[in-house]
């Protein structure tokens, strides 16, 4: 079945920013094989057009939508919020867009991953020599000079459609900017090459040698459309994508989480410390004070220093905040960002082996505990890992405004108290007389499943309902 | 945008200016009333029967929270569902009323809470903890509204706080259900058997009556307020846009 028409259509697109309107009433097709450039002045609304093509703003009217190969549309943004990725597209950000912790061949196989495009070691190789950064390659581009870094991050958007078969659409905001005149030149060069290809690229640019590549050159002012100037076009006969499976982005997503945190252990020190020394002070109370007190009181101080580590700000927040990385992702996996990135960037490792060292440390030679309580404190342990989710997806919800340090994050986890108090009785009851097989809302499992489901609950709300 | 006032109208609505007036008037004899014309109540059945006094304030409180809580939730899920600048203004108008009633209700609580009680918060309590933990929410979305550029996606995010508050209601009612057991057992309004004394119910009422006034007047001269300010914003905007400024 051969689909005509348009790859992407903006129809009747108004953004608006507080009482401001970005963009009025746009209307723009991206045709098959088409390079456009949007051009204007500074705030004329050319990178919220493009960004509002990659779905991450929402949308006073209108809406932006896809073709796949068997014709139908596939909704990316409307009135209702943000529905599909948009598939078969790769976006340069002006930013990096990406966590400056990743290497940069590990930045252009993520890139690539997410798209889907396998790409051999010699032919990674060879693009990134031709882009000079070979040289660079097992480099963090923290170390990386602002123009290096936009060469990788312009790279990363072109590579999938180099190697892809399928038709694809790349947007690129100021790509290139902060660079030299030879990287200028590969990049023209390289632009042409994708036009050969026959596939679309959209490019912001105040760059006259960028707008004379392009078909289109379309001018916005005030957030319109002023004057779109067409020249002649070879039109393309790549085929669109199939279909759009955004597993292996997904996939991709949880292991550059694993991946970023292995390489700098923010994340696990800065949840580690505060929870030592909770532990360190309880220990210098005096032992005696504490394992005289009852089982409610010896499993609050047991269950504190765990309790510090899961509420402390995960570092995957700034993480995805650095150089808009969390846009990138979000423009390139759509609303499955939120839900992977709270449950993944949620505090897996340290809660267990913290109680189990807050027993060690506190309880020791304290003579009310029953004797097999050590063997079913991971329970306890297990629902401060759920609570440390719930409290991983409030702290999202808070990062998603412009100035998140600017409020108080605490005020929404006040709801935490609950599931915390069920867990506390529960490692009580577990102290006193041990583990019982019964369920009920006075047994230990009961109580922390209540515990669990409550902190489940508080994680849906913070996702489910804040990614329009 | 549809703006209901313009900068050269009066500050604010006749109505609401009355309404302030009578309410705050009406609030001041109920405290009047609460604490020098409403009976006792019986010694044996409160550990600390002067301190039931505080219900004429902090029932009424509760009641004008709710409404403000109420506002809010609409506000928010008009704004989810319309962007509209209308449910916008009942977002702004409901968190900030909601949080001044909010705190009337939770330190007006813990203080009757720590005479009779011998406590001043009950993890317990299903309305003390709802009201708690929605009043926070309030604060929260006023600190959001005040700190962040006010941008749709701000708007979005704040919104959302507020419906997160109120997904979080049934989860306060199980948690709070589950914790009843440990309830000290005195509930102001099951006092008497017969129900409640004539002259208390009628300063409570009064109380309802006057912050109600209050609420009603508060929230016209809110919303006004907001639109007036959306109105200035427009203004200034165009300004921004002038030619020759810097």
Same mark, same amino acid.
């Given at each position: 079945m051969t689909v005509t028409g348009p790859l992407l259509t903006a129809s009747g697109v108004t953004v608006q920013r507080g009482t401001r309107?970005?963009?009025?009433?746009i209307d723009l097709a991206i045709e098959r094989g088409e390079i456009v450039t949007l051009t204007g002045q500074? =705030?004329? @609304?050319k990178t919220t057009l493009l960004e509002t093509i990659a779905g991450l703003h929402s949308l006073k009217k209108g809406r932006v939508k896809a073709t796949y190969t068997n014709g139908n549309d596939i909704i990316i943004r409307d009135l209702k919020g943000r529905r599909t990725?948009?598939?078969g597209v790769s976006l340069a950000l002006?930013?990096?867009?990406?966590?400056?912790?990743?290497s940069v061949i590990e930045r252009l196989r993520t890139a690539s991953s997410v798209a889907g495009i396998k790409i051999d070691d010699e032919a990674l190789e060879t693009e990134m020599e031709k882009w000079s950064v070979l040289h660079r390659?097992?480099?963090?581009?923290?170390?990386?000079?602002n123009g290096l870094r936009k060469r990788v991050s312009v790279l990363s958007a072109l590579l999938p459609a180099m190697f892809s078969n399928h038709q694809r659409l790349i947007l690129l905001d100021?790509? =290139?900017? @902060?660079?030299?005149d030879e990287s200028k030149n590969i990049l023209k060069s390289s632009i042409m090459m994708m036009k050969d290809s026959g596939h679309s690229i959209v490019i912001v640019t105040h760059d006259t040698s960028m707008v004379e590549l392009s078909d289109r050159t379309v001018a916005l002012s005030n957030g319109k459309i002023t004057t779109s100037i067409q020249k002649s076009r070879k039109p393309s006969h790549v085929p669109l994508l199939d279909s759009y499976d955004d597993n292996s982005g997904i996939k991709e997503f949880c292991r550059w989480i694993v991946a970023i945190e292995r390489r700098n252990p923010v994340d696990t020190i800065q949840r580690l410390v505060p929870a030592l020394l909770a532990l360190f002070l309880i220990r210098s109370v005096g032992l005696e004070d504490i394992t005289n007190q009852n089982t409610y009181s010896l499993a609050f101080y047991l269950l504190i220093p765990a309790l510090v580590s899961v509420m402390a700000r995960p570092a995957l927040i700034d993480r995805l905040s650095e150089e808009r990385s969390g846009d990138w992702w979000r423009a390139h996996?759509?609303?499955?960002v939120r839900p992977y990135a709270t449950i993944l960037g949620g505090?897996?490792?340290l809660p267990l082996p913290l109680v189990y060292l807050s027993f060690a440390v506190i309880?020791?030679?304290?003579?009310?505990?029953?004797?097999?309580?050590q063997y079913w404190l991971w329970l306890p342990a297990l629902a401060l890992i759920d609570i440390g989710i719930a409290a991983t997806a409030i702290q999202m919800l808070v990062s998603?405004?412009?100035?998140?340090?600017?409020?108080?994050v605490s005020l929404m986890m006040i709801i935490l108290i609950w599931p915390f108090m069920m867990t506390l009785e529960a490692t009580a009851l577990l102290l006193e007389e041990?583990?019982?097989y019964n369920l009920g809302f006075d047994t230990p499992l009961g109580l922390i499943i209540l515990s669990s489901l409550i902190s489940a609950g508080v994680w849906l709300s913070a996702v489910v309902i804040p990614d329009q | 945008m549809g703006r209901s006032a313009g900068l050269g109208e009066n500050r604010y609505p006749n109505l609401a200016n009355y309404l302030v007036l009578v309410g705050g008037i009406g609030v001041a004899i109920t405290v009047f009333l609460g604490t020098f014309w409403a009976p006792d109540v019986n010694p044996s059945q409160w550990?600390?029967?002067?301190?039931?006094?505080?219900i004429f304030l902090h029932v009424p409180f509760a009641w004008t929270s709710f409404l403000a809580f109420t506002v809010l939730f609409i506000g928010s899920l008009g704004w989810y569902i319309t962007h509209s600048d209308k449910s916008w203004r009942l977002v702004q108008t409901g968190s900030d009323l909601g949080l001044l009633f909010g705190i009337g209700v939770i330190t007006s609580g813990p203080i009757w809470g720590m005479a009779?009680?011998?406590?001043?918060?009950?993890?317990?309590d299903l309305r003390l903890n709802t009201f708690g933990l929605l009043t926070a929410i309030a604060l929260f979305i006023v600190m959001a509204r005040r700190s962040q550029p006010d941008h749709d996606s701000s708007r979005d995010t704040i919104a959302s706080a507020g419906l997160f508050g109120f997904m979080l209601v049934p989860i306060t009612i199980i948690a709070t259900t589950i914790y009843q057991?440990?309830?000290?057992?005195?509930?102001?309004?099951?006092?008497e058997d017969t129900g409640l004394d004539p002259q208390i119910r009628a300063v409570m009422l009064l109380g309802f009556a006057s912050l109600t006034l209050l609420f009603i007047g508060f929230s016209i001269i809110s919303n006004h307020l907001y639109s007036l300010e959306a109105s200035a914003e427009d203004i200034l905007k165009d300004m921004d846009e002038r030619p020759g400024g810097e």
């Open positions: 309107v970005v963009l009025k009433d500074n =705030g004329s @609304g990725p948009a598939p002006q930013s990096v867009g990406a966590c400056l912790d990743e390659a097992n480099d963090r581009l923290a170390i990386l000079s100021e790509p =290139g900017d @902060g660079m030299d996996l759509g609303r499955s505090p897996w490792l309880s020791f030679n304290a003579t009310q505990i029953d004797q097999s309580a998603g405004l412009e100035r998140s340090g600017a409020v108080a041990g583990f019982q | 550990r600390a029967p002067e301190a039931y006094r505080i009779e009680w011998g406590v001043p918060w009950d993890w317990a057991k440990r309830h000290p057992g005195i509930v102001v309004l099951e006092t």
